[in-house]
């Protein structure tokens, strides 16, 4: 069975430019998480999808950041327009419906706005 | 809101020393609590985790205990190795949270030879 993949495992990009970062969860993970660290600290929420729909998008930090996840399937998450603090690390994870079942990570997608 | 505090690093240890990485939690409810490791050029990877209180989790000879009088999960091993090193985080999650993770800060242990 596939793990968790993402996309670009790396990107550097110009202030103010856009980048597209990809999850592709387990398949038949309903759950999706987002999650970023930056500047080594703690690693924080930033959204949850069931299938296509948002659960919980408390996380996110401004109206810059969109994510989608058509179809239930793999997630997106556009940063438009980057800016300098929105270099980190982002980390996807899926999990399968049901109580207290094990959330898998991808190696995440390590972002450096310039 | 969920909180996790880890003790901070970075932590450098020779060969065969023993380990410890202290968290605590504050939580409503009755979270369940992990250990992620982050091996150098890998993602993030479960290591153990409890569910309730006085469960003892283990795996490749680390062991934590959920601590709920004193709302802790303390990271221990008694005999590292060079191949441990890596970050590695403390976590909660509750179902009344829809199982987000609430994560600590993050320990950079090395150890060597």
């Known amino acids: 069975e596939a793990g968790v993949t993402q996309f670009p495992s790396h990107s550097v990009i110009e202030k103010g430019q856009t980048v597209t970062l990809r999850c592709d969860p387990i398949?038949?993970?309903?759950?999706l998480y987002w999650y970023r660290r930056v500047m080594g600290k703690e690693i924080k929420f930033l959204l949850h999808?069931?299938?296509?729909?948002?659960?919980?998008e408390s996380g996110m930090p401004n109206n810059r950041f969109l994510a989608e996840r058509t179809g239930g399937t793999y997630s997106t998450l556009k940063v438009q327009p980057a800016e300098l603090e929105d270099s980190g690390v982002y980390f996807c994870a899926s999990r399968r419906q049901g109580k207290n079942t094990e959330a898998f990570f991808g190696q995440g997608t390590r972002l450096t706005v310039v | 809101g969920d909180s996790v505090t880890q003790m901070e690093g970075p932590v450098t240890l020779s060969e065969e020393a023993f380990l410890t990485i202290n968290c605590t939690y504050t939580?409503?409810?009755?979270?369940?609590l992990f250990w992620y490791v982050q091996y150098p050029g890998e993602g993030l990877q479960l290591l153990l985790k409890?569910?309730?209180?006085?469960d003892k989790g283990s795996n490749k000879g680390f062991e934590a205990t959920y601590r709920k009088e004193t709302t802790s999960f303390h990271l221990e091993k008694g005999s590292v190795q060079v191949s441990d090193s890596a970050v590695y985080f403390c976590a909660l999650s509750a179902p009344s949270n829809d199982y987000k993770l609430s994560f600590g800060a993050g320990t950079t242990v090395t150890v060597r030879a």
């Open positions: 939580a409503t409810g009755y979270p369940s």
């Open positions: 999808f069931v299938k296509e729909s948002k659960q919980d």
């Open positions: 398949s038949g993970h309903d759950n």
């Open positions: 409890a569910t309730k209180a006085d």
